[in-house]
């Protein structure tokens, strides 16, 4: 490959989203060898490789290369285009929405708003649900000002292990990400949510929130949850059913959870038991001491390392995941933005972080 001269490089198949998401921002070459050389099936997974031809349709100018093993991987960016009309069918293995979260780093910086639809399976365990990313992840970017023509769709539910799902997501495009400085949680004031149903009884929802609320209810009483019971070709290709649940806070911060179970493990894990679990989880994200859960701290500190290069933003987030502790050395490498982190005195084990942004733009890219 052309120009790989000052590439990065790295070993290994975790963490390939963020590689590449930050090296298509920053327009830095990056080399990722040792995928899994010592597995039966070594190189990429068949959803890894989908996320590369889903970045190689949303750019123009990309250059990649994989050997014949599938492990090793080179990609020189280009440009990020956006564009409408777009389709890709994702593969069962991975929810969409491990695709969308990619899209969603990207698209704002495009050239042209973002409109895509993607088909596979919008709930599974592995990943956050469609509902979630409806409900949660997008209504979080309207803190760094992307909010107008910012839109998702489920048009068809798609549960593992066939899927069949269908969604359309659109992203407008913004000059520059503000600084934000958020540093407060604030006490719950409700929680909201959806309890869905494919090609099951939608008696299922029903036990499902049932079980949910016998847990939330000791501690709030506004809670409401919706039942989405999917009919006809709306169902997908499997039956399964899950709950998504979203607390809300008076400072607007939102902490999210979901559980779902496919109709295969309807023994291990019965509608109670996914109300339940996703109800428990809920409270333990709301036990955490930071204005977002762990699942979005990545996504958050994505943005505040593009912010403008005028003021710090500053963040409090609970204990780091693996991911976000990951994306702040990630970070740093591709962008060469640091991260101040002061840990709070206490048990909670929250930190504040502040950076001064790259000022990455979607005009303009940043030059090594």
């Not at 492990?71 to 991975?94: A, D």
């Not at 969604?167 to 909201?192: T, Y």
């Not at 299922?204 to 506004?222: E, H, I, K, Q, T």
């Not at 859960?293 to 958050?300: G, I």
């Amino acid at each position: 490959m052309k120009g790989s001269g000052n590439a990065l490089r790295y070993s290994g198949s975790n963490f390939l989203r963020q590689r590449l998401v930050l090296s298509t921002i920053s327009g830095r070459p990056v080399v990722i060898s040792d995928i899994r050389p010592k597995d039966e099936e070594p190189g990429l997974r068949d959803y890894e490789a989908s996320f590369v031809r889903l970045l190689d349709k949303l750019c123009d100018g990309s250059d990649i290369s994989i050997d014949e093993t599938g492990t090793t991987l080179k990609y020189r960016p280009g440009q990020i285009i956006g564009g409408s009309g777009l389709v890709h069918t994702c593969p069962p293995s991975r929810c969409l929405t491990y695709f969308l979260e990619g899209l969603l780093l990207l698209a704002p910086l495009a050239k042209q708003p973002l409109t895509v639809r993607l088909k596979g399976v919008t709930n599974s365990a592995e990943d956050v649900s469609c509902d979630t990313f409806r409900t949660a992840t997008l209504p979080l970017l309207a803190k760094f000002g992307i909010e107008e023509q910012l839109s998702f769709k489920i048009l068809k539910r798609g549960a593992p292990p066939l899927g069949g799902g269908e969604v359309i997501f659109s992203c407008p495009i913004v000059k520059a990400i503000q600084p934000i400085e958020l540093l407060n949680e604030g006490k719950v004031k409700r929680v909201r949510g959806v309890a869905y149903t494919t090609k099951v009884s939608p008696q299922f929802a029903a036990r499902m929130v049932d079980a949910a609320r016998g847990v939330l209810n000791d501690f709030l009483p506004d809670v409401w949850v919706y039942t989405d019971h999917c009919k006809g070709e709306a169902c997908g290709n499997s039956p399964g059913y899950g709950i998504s649940l979203v607390a809300e806070t008076i400072a607007r911060s939102l902490k999210s959870a979901d559980a779902c179970a496919s109709i295969s493990e309807e023994e291990e894990m019965s509608p109670e038991s996914v109300g339940t679990h996703a109800a428990q989880r809920l409270l333990a994200e709301i036990d955490l001491d930071g204005v977002v859960d762990t699942a979005h701290q990545s996504l958050v500190l994505y943005f505040l390392s593009l912010g403008e290069e005028t003021k710090p933003s500053r963040l409090r987030l609970s204990r780091l995941s693996p991911s976000a502790a990951q994306m702040l050395r990630h970070i740093r490498d591709f962008l060469g933005v640091v991260f101040q982190i002061r840990e709070d005195h206490g048990d909670s084990g929250s930190v504040v972080l502040s950076c001064i942004g790259a000022g990455i733009t979607n005009t303009a890219r940043r030059t090594f």
